[in-house]
Nanobody, 126 residues
């Protein structure tokens, strides 16, 4: 069974940086997009960033544009999220996901992704 696994979360002060990593335990055939999502307590899961498989186009939520960067590594199905200038509102559980679709309007919609990791906690303090 294919599984995604995130790492790199932790606690950081406002203004700091973290780099999240996500890898798959197996090959996810048909993956078109990989994305990062987050969910804060009491809130719905929201899309943060997505990248077309193979290191193509990237997409970002307005709230993270200019601060977060999504990228893919040389190893297939590895995806990273560099997070800079973190603020309190970035505190959440972060998940990576893989999706098999081509519709650009879907790239930040969590319900369109079929494979998910268990999440890694990011806590930003003042």
């Amino acid at each position: 069974q294919v599984q995604l696994m995130e790492s790199g979360g932790g606690s950081v002060q406002a203004g700091g940086s973290l780099r999240l990593s996500c890898g798959a335990s197996g090959v996810i055939y048909g993956t078109k997009y990989m994305g990062w999502f987050r969910q804060a307590p009491g809130k719905e899961r929201e899309g943060v960033a997505a990248i077309q498989a193979g290191g193509g186009r990237t997409h970002y939520a307005d709230s993270v544009k200019g601060r977060f960067t999504i990228s893919q590594g040389n190893v297939k199905n590895m995806v990273y999220l560099q997070m800079n200038s973190l603020n309190l509102e970035d505190t959440a559980m972060y998940y990576c996901a893989a999706g098999d679709f081509w519709v650009l309007d879907w790239v930040l919609r969590p319900e369109k992704y079929g494979y998910w990791g268990q999440g890694t906690q990011v806590t930003v303090s003042s």
